[in-house]
């Protein structure tokens, strides 16, 4: 069973940072592509980061451009998103999930909550 | 900056009814759209990839169509449990993007 599992979220005070983890199981991590993605409170959902399978080809959305990182560790099949600088607008429900590479995700996790307030 | 469009916002239909949503694109994607549909507290799945084809266990109710800007996800006979919030995604330009979704109410 495909299984993606965030976890690292919580509040967090504007200009603060967190790190979310996304614990994959149940295929072969290292062959897939791994985004996240978010959707505010109430609102459709947002495209955020990708990575390729070696980490070679990443892009961000321009509303995280450097400000947001995003890594994996194969080894540990394992999906990171390193957020710096957090804004009230990045208080969003951050999922994670695989695609086959250059195809649609088919997975994904069930979400971990960032909220961004003082 | 490749804008979906989805119309309508909300669809009010009766289960056994036709459900035909639209989603229309501000740039060319080819055949690069997918489907999801997302219930309340739940994680988007994956309905329609490539604009056409079926995801792994969709049921036959589900189809898609269109290529270039203009597409569509058709329902033939909704069931109770279609009705939800459908988005439109688009892979064929980066950044990748969402329509605003339509929610398909009772």
């Known amino acids: 069973e495909v299984l993606l599992v965030e976890s690292g979220g919580g509040l967090v005070k504007p200009g603060g940072s967190l790190r979310l983890s996304c614990a994959a199981s149940?295929?072969?991590?290292?062959?897939?592509?791994m985004y996240w993605f978010r959707q505010a409170p109430g609102k459709g959902l947002e495209w955020v980061s990708s990575t390729d399978s070696s980490s070679t080809y990443i892009y961000y959305a321009d509303s995280v451009k450097g400000r947001f990182t995003i890594s994996r560790d194969n080894a540990k099949n394992s999906l990171y998103l390193q957020m710096n600088s957090l804004r009230a607008d990045d208080t969003a429900l951050y999922y994670c999930?695989?695609?086959?590479?250059?195809?649609?995700?088919?997975?994904w996790g069930q979400g971990i909550l960032v909220t961004v307030s003082s | 900056e490749n804008v979906l469009t989805q119309s309508p916002a909300t669809l009010s239909l009766s289960p056994g009814e036709r459900a035909t949503l639209s989603c229309r694109a501000s740039q060319s994607v080819s055949s690069s759209l997918a489907w999801y549909q997302q219930k309340p507290g739940q994680t988007p799945r994956l309905l329609i990839y490539d604009a056409s084809s079926r995801a792994t266990g969709i049921p036959a109710r589900f189809s898609g169509s269109g290529s270039g800007t203009d597409f569509t996800l058709t329902i033939s006979s909704l069931e109770p449990e279609d009705f939800a919030v459908y988005y439109c995604?688009?892979?064929?330009?980066?950044?990748?993007?969402f329509g605003g979704g339509t929610k398909v109410e009772i």
């Open positions: 149940g295929f072969s991590f290292s062959s897939y592509s």
């Open positions: 995604h688009q892979r064929g330009n980066w950044p990748l993007t």
């Open positions: 999930a695989r695609a086959p590479p250059s195809k649609f995700s088919d997975y």
